[in-house]
């Protein structure tokens, strides 16, 4: 863990927890958020990966979301529609990122329970999020795998036929967590899909190969430039660098960074649209 955002990290927070738990009692801060933001839809980012060393005969359809931010301040409404595009997509997988709440773990119990009903035969993984740990990381876990969804801490699991050549593998968060890489690739596959909640995982994972990683964390800045330049960020030293989109890191790893679906700190969302990603592993016999 970078020790200076480690230090910094918890002063930033505290502000922000304290003023979401003053306004807590009343919805008005997520009226304010739908009021806001109007008729705000969910978009869907689509990306594309071909993967010549998958010998699979058809191609890997993964749903990621990530920053529900279920609370005081996430409109109900932008929660269901981001479920419903998580539906539409008709994934493989499902993976989840992290932060599902804001402030209370008990505050996801209906996000939770629409999750688990996401079609999504490859199974359902995710991870926590530093909002996650910080308002009860045991309970928020314990909550997703009675509803059947799978997190991935430090640890990793191989992919049922047509895939077992893949393992998805999954990083404990950057900030409040204790990642360890080590144990998350330990036996992996040769081709490996990271799930992290924020970019700044990549100084977890250092040089351990992999083939994509997807993480959310940033929100896009949440208030951004029309050009999608972040005003904020979110802390973490490279919430900056990788604040929303793909980035090819290297000749065989990528990075996908979904700007997430709820609010946090401010109810608004300027140049930063809630979103999810569908990303699809091509084999390369397919491509």
Not at 7 to 35: C, E, F, I, K, M
Not at 45 to 51: G, P, T
Not at 236 to 245: C, T
């Amino acid at each position: 863990m970078d020790q200076a955002n480690s230090q910094d990290y918890p002063r930033w927070r505290q502000l922000v927890t304290d003023a979401q738990r003053a306004l807590r009692p009343s919805p008005w801060p997520a009226r304010l958020a739908g009021w806001l933001s109007g008729a705000a839809d969910v978009r869907v980012e689509r990306h594309e990966i071909v993967v010549s060393e998958l010998r699979a005969h058809r191609p890997l359809r993964m749903a990621f979301a990530s920053d529900f931010h279920a609370g005081p301040i996430t409109p109900q409404h932008l929660l269901d529609l981001a479920v419903d595009r998580l539906i539409e997509a008709r994934a493989d997988l499902l993976l989840l990122g992290g932060d599902f709440v804001s402030l209370r773990a008990a505050d996801a119990a209906s996000l939770v329970a629409r999750l688990a009903a996401v079609p999504a035969p490859l199974g359902r993984y995710a991870v926590l999020g530093n909002h996650d740990h910080d308002s009860d990381g045991a309970q928020m876990a314990a909550m997703l795998e009675a509803a059947g969804v799978t997190v991935l801490t430090n640890r990793n699991v191989r992919l049922p036929t047509p895939f077992a050549d893949i393992s998805l593998c999954g990083l404990d968060d950057h900030t409040m967590g204790a990642p360890d890489a080590d144990a998350a690739f330990a036996a992996a596959a040769a081709i490996r899909i990271v799930l992290m909640h924020a970019p700044s995982g990549l100084l977890d994972i250092g040089a351990h190969p992999f083939t994509v990683a997807l993480c959310g964390h940033t929100h896009g800045g949440q208030v951004a430039l029309p050009n999608g330049w972040p005003v904020l960020t979110a802390c973490g030293p490279l919430s900056r660098r990788y604040s929303a989109g793909r980035y090819p890191l290297d000749e065989a790893r990528t990075l996908l960074v979904s700007r997430g679906v709820g609010y946090t700190a401010l109810p608004i969302r300027v140049s930063a649209p809630p979103s999810i990603t569908l990303c699809t592993i091509v084999p390369g016999n397919l491509a």
